[in-house]
């Protein structure tokens, strides 16, 4: 039996009755419902979220929301609309080619370390300023994710941004949104064009779990107390070391393995998860 919660600040009579026929009645908090001792089967659940297209997720029995003291982050197609490697490819007339190595990186088809070299090494003598073009003509904030962040902030639950894409994008982010924790791979750059290769090691799927088990000792807090939420396979890792996973218009094998999904929410949903 678990507390499920219903990501909707508002349900019409339909939603209602169905919701109550097949769950039970739901009690409304702030900006979501939320029933108690709940049993359902996950592929069910997923039928019916998928019927009323609205996000519905059962919270693990040993996750405690006042607890939370972390949320780790994804940046690509999680916090962020785009995915910054393929805008990158995309000054160079080679977005189709990255993007499909990309789209099978995040499906788990590839190894990701070896996937990013091979996009990385397409760059090879792109000049910088592409970076920045791409930083400011095309990146943009997922929906929800400013008040997101503001909510969290309210609650003194830390932020950290880590990503298997750059610190050219990460850090400027920390930077802007004032997040307290930030952690990328670094492109090598000389003579203000791109090497084609990541300088140190690759900031992978075990780098990313890694972060989030250094930045619990650094807090003296224990995973279940984090919520990590990413789209891609290389987050995988780092989802499953915490207390709540979540799966953010993520792919099919990210969807099965998250504890909860968000694919009709923005990201302010998951303030619906500490508010429970």
Do not use: W
């Not at 900006?31 to 108690?36: A, G, M, S």
């Not at 805008?87 to 788990?108: C, H, Y």
């Not at 370390?113 to 792109?126: F, G, I, K, P, W």
């Not at 929800?144 to 880590?162: E, H, P, R, Y």
Request: proline share 2%; charged share 25%; glycine share 4%.
């Amino acid at each position: 039996m678990s507390r499920l919660i219903i990501h909707t600040a508002q349900l019409d009579a339909a939603q209602l009755e169905i919701i109550t026929l097949k769950l039970g009645a739901p009690q409304k908090k702030a900006n979501h419902y939320q029933i108690n001792d709940v049993q359902i089967a996950k592929p069910e659940l997923q039928a019916l979220s998928q019927q009323l297209k609205i996000d519905l997720n059962l919270l693990p029995d040993n996750f405690v929301a006042e607890k939370v003291k972390l949320v780790i982050s994804d940046m690509d197609s999680t916090l962020i609309s785009i995915e910054c490697i393929d805008e990158i490819a995309d000054m160079m007339n080679l977005k189709a080619q990255v993007s499909e190595i990309t789209e099978a990186a995040m499906r788990g088809e590839l190894v990701f370390e070896q996937s990013l070299t091979q996009r990385v090494a397409l760059l090879t003598n792109l000049e910088t300023k592409a970076l920045e073009r791409v930083y400011d003509e095309r990146l943009t904030l997922n929906p929800g994710a400013q008040s997101c962040l503001d909510g969290l902030k309210q609650k003194n639950i830390k932020f950290a941004l880590v990503s298997g894409g750059f610190d050219f994008f990460t850090e400027r982010l920390k930077q802007r949104l004032t997040l307290d924790y930030a952690r990328a791979n670094k492109l090598a750059v000389e003579n203000n064009k791109l090497t084609g290769k990541v300088e140190g090691a690759i900031i992978g799927a075990q780098a990313k779990a890694d972060f989030l088990h250094e930045l619990c000792n650094e807090l003296n807090i224990t995973p279940n107390q984090v919520i990590a939420i990413g789209d891609g396979a290389n987050d995988l890792l780092m989802m499953k070391a915490a207390g709540l996973s979540i799966a953010y218009q993520a792919k099919p094998k990210v969807q099965l393995e998250a504890d909860t999904a968000l694919n009709f929410s923005g990201l302010n949903a998951l303030l619906d998860f500490v508010d429970a």
